[in-house]
């Protein structure tokens, strides 16, 4: 999931950054610096599709939390819901470009220190609450995590090191933590454009070799299918926007695309005949590719006008709520439901995720950072 820092982080503009312009070009200069607005709408757009797929989306989650089928309690809504998940693909295509955004002109120890800042004190303050709502509010189903299991989950690492996720919601965590360390190979040197753009082919047919069978499971993990191509997308977009669109750089996005439409298209049908989703895996084809072209709206600058602070304010709060959203919610929906019936349910229970949202973000985040910052 990608942070809030859409904008430089520790309030550097992207401008100030050190900046090596590419072989042949140089670097968009003279602009104002401005925060990416536009990116934070899409941010916040992400993980309200998420959330919507979490609690009206599934028919597998029924029997536990509402206990009929979304499909029945919401029939015009779930045709569109159960899609949300695809927001998912989004916040990894934005990743792609605000992690390259923030690591420009840094040192790999400054990356990875403004990386733990953004990611650990909100993460930490969820893996607590979760524990706490499967202890206070059991689903009758699942058992709660026991105590090494909630404490291997701190690390973040608990996939590697075979624990359970505490939240279904934290695969996407482990995969741009990987996403993170493999950056670090660009950070090695200062890093540049043609560092970059070398790194993203690379790593896009690496995921691509990775899917033979190569005896080799460490290649899955450094370069996954599918979200691959969605951090590059991510990347080569971010240096359409500093250095402006070239023929290399349209190729760098067009080739990820291709790779992304295998994966998705496949990964749609193994999720149909396996998991029972009835979902087409062109509507999601579909509906990634209007990402990625909203994503390119704004790495070309055409959504430089949509300067609605409110975004900004909305998309610090998506981290958080993307932590607290599933367990929780789940729980409040099991305990409101029978009294309240769907509709109000389901605005009880997102009112209280967001409220909840901005209290982890103006009594968490915020201080954990400032303070960390001096410590670290």
Known sequence: MPQSDVQAPEDKPAEALARTAPPGGTERTGRAPVRLYALDGLRVLAALAVLAFHFTGIDKATGVNWGENPRELFPWLFPFTQYGSYGVQL??????????????????????????????????FSVVLAVLVYRLLPDGVRDAPSFSVALTNLTMFQVPLKAP??????????????????????????????????????????????????????????????????????????LMYRFGPDLKLWLLLG?????????????????RDEEGFHRSPYIALALVTVFYLLVLAVALHKLDRVRWRVLSSAGALVYPLYLVHEEL???????????????????????VLVLLSWLVHRFVERPSVRWLRTKL
């Not at 995969?175 to 660009?186: A, K, P, Q």
């Not at 080739?255 to 999720?271: F, K, N, P, Y």
């Not at 919610?329 to 009112?351: H, K, N, Q």
């Open 165 to 238: 996720n505490v939240v279904g919601a934290y695969w996407t965590l482990w995969l741009e933590l990987c996403f993170y360390l493999v950056f670090l190979v660009v950070l090695m040197k200062e890093i540049s454009f043609q560092r970059v753009y070398v790194f993203c082919w690379s790593w896009l047919i690496l995921s691509a070799l990775a899917q033979q069978d190569t005896g080799l499971p460490l290649l899955g993990t450094i370069a996954p299918a599918l979200n691959t191509a969605l951090f590059v997308a991510g990347i080569a977009m971010y």
């Open 255 to 271: 080739a990820s695309w291709l790779v992304m439409q295998s994966d998705l298209v496949e990964h749609g049908d193994r999720l």
């Open 329 to 351: 919610g789940w729980a409040l929906i099991r305990e409101l439901y029978g009294p309240l019936g769907p509709w109000p349910t389901l605005a009880v229970t997102v009112a």
């Open 91 to 124: 916040f990894f295509i934005i990743s792609g470009f605000v992690i390259c955004l923030s690591a420009w002109g840094r040192t790999p120890g400054q990356f990875v220190r403004a990386r733990f800042m953004r990611l650990f004190p909100a993460y930490w």
